[in-house]
């Protein structure tokens, strides 16, 4: 017996009450909680499957878990994400049965349980069709890969399989992820080359080199270019656009040249101090193309949010323009964006969420402190955003504005800067709800009402 263990019983201590025991019993019921938690969103996900296949079974391909509860990143108040997969080759399949399925999904999804705080414990995507989930992937669509690489199949025919397997096997080119699989060879190369310093070396570098700049173009969405055209393609997209010095280019230009003379026995040998040179150089040239990588991120990134930002603002302001409910004061626009178009139940709530997370963005922007926000965020945003000029477009139709007006209305004098928005500080019509006796302006107004009301 050790004295830690004698002195823990001459204190009246069994060996599991020690400090150590008791550490290791917490560390267990903390994994107990957390799976438990989990196990009963996937118990959730699983009641969901059964009443949407018993529903629409015949339409539905597949249905995915995905967001931090996949990732085991999860809280107790965090929701499981769920989308489903529709068959868009059936002919009966159009917007109109798109729309029925959808609210079929929110209705099943909101009782199959609630958090302590009483929200949902499984969030329902828009559904997709197999049609656009092909398309985006085909893409390169950051969100698509996302979802594919995170998501967990609750229900799948043999749709979605395929295409998780391919996707994490870097199959799928103009991807981040086929672009970081190309980068990830490049270390090993180099501490082979480092380790041998033989005349091998000479392919390793060459291979490192090419790539990286390759991972760098597809990165960009351009097709994987072949190495005896990366140099020409890379003056192209690179250094003419001041992406890249002119030297990388001929650094690349050298050791493909030496790559060709050893594949063709012109080189037979090389010196430990040319293999030390190229080495090094090799370094730095990979080192300045993961560099180019990150800014080519960064400047995607801030594009796509002052995208959003634009699009979220001046649709918002055309809105509440048709209203006649613009304030002239730009700061007061979210007020008005939420008395006139969330609390008149014209839109659906969820974009007030839209709306903070796109200025939220776009402060951050500002203040050059982007890098910790997501591809993934940026394009979830972007589709919220693509969905709210859909229903406000939608909206003024219902009022009788021409699409030629709503044009006009997009085009307001002066979009408000995120300085000039601060955070936030009731209309009656013509369509009555039989529950409650109130009116509505329009059929969507009463529409959203119900489904949030009744």
Request: with cysteine; proline share 4%.
């Amino acid at each position: 017996m050790s004295q830690g263990d004698r002195i823990d019983q001459e204190n009246g201590l069994k060996p599991d009450e020690t400090f150590v025991g008791k550490a290791k019993d917490f560390r267990s019921t903390k994994r107990k909680i957390k799976d438990f938690q989990k196990r009963r969103r996937m118990d959730a996900a699983e009641k969901f499957k059964k009443k949407a296949i018993e529903k629409y079974g015949e339409y539905i391909n597949a249905i995915i878990g995905t967001g931090s509860v996949t990732r085991d990143e999860f809280s107790s108040e965090s929701d499981l994400d769920i989308t489903v997969f529709i068959d868009d080759t059936r002919e009966d399949v159009d917007r109109r049965k798109k729309k029925e399925i959808e609210d079929y999904l929110k209705d099943v999804a909101e009782g199959c349980g609630k958090t302590k705080s009483g929200s949902h414990i499984l969030h329902v995507q828009p559904p997709w069709t197999i049609t656009e989930y092909w398309d985006m992937m085909r893409r390169g669509s950051p969100v698509a890969h996302s979802w594919t690489q995170d998501a967990t199949a609750i229900y799948d025919d043999g749709f979605f399989g395929p295409i998780q397997r391919l996707y994490k096997m870097g199959k799928l080119p103009a991807t981040r992820k086929s672009a970081e699989k190309r980068m990830s060879k490049v270390p090993k190369r180099l501490r082979r080359a480092e380790r041998m310093k033989v005349l091998i070396v000479a392919k390793d570098i060459y291979h490192a080199m090419t790539n990286s700049m390759q991972a760098v173009l597809v990165y960009m969405g351009e097709e994987v270019p072949a190495p005896k055209q990366l140099g020409k393609m890379a003056r192209e997209k690179l250094v003419s656009r001041d992406l890249l010095d002119e030297k990388y280019v001929k650094q690349y230009e050298e050791v493909y040249s030496i790559y060709k003379d050893v594949e063709h026995n012109n080189i037979d040998e090389m010196s430990g101090e040319d293999v030390d040179k190229y080495i090094e150089m090799a370094k730095k040239f990979v080192g300045e193309m993961q560099k180019l990588m990150k800014r080519i991120e960064i400047s995607r990134k801030a594009r796509k949010i002052q995208s959003n930002y634009e699009s979220m603002i001046k649709t918002s302001v055309a809105a509440l323009k048709a209203l006649g409910k613009l304030p002239e004061d730009p700061k007061k626009l979210p007020n008005a964006f939420k008395e006139n178009l969330i609390e008149e139940e014209l839109i659906d709530p969820r974009y007030e969420k839209t709306m903070s997370k796109v200025l939220e963005m776009k402060k951050k922007l500002n203040d050059k402190d982007i890098e910790n926000i997501t591809e993934h965020q940026i394009n979830v945003a972007k589709d919220f955003v693509k969905g709210f000029m859909r229903d406000i477009h939608e909206l003024l139709k219902e009022k009788d504005l021409k699409p030629g007006d709503i044009k006009e209305d997009m085009k307001p004098q002066k979009t408000p800067g995120p300085d000039e928005i601060t955070p936030q500080e009731k209309n009656t019509g013509g369509f009555r709800c039989e529950e409650c006796d109130k009116e509505f302006d329009t059929k969507r107004g009463l529409s959203i009402h119900k489904g949030k009301a009744h």
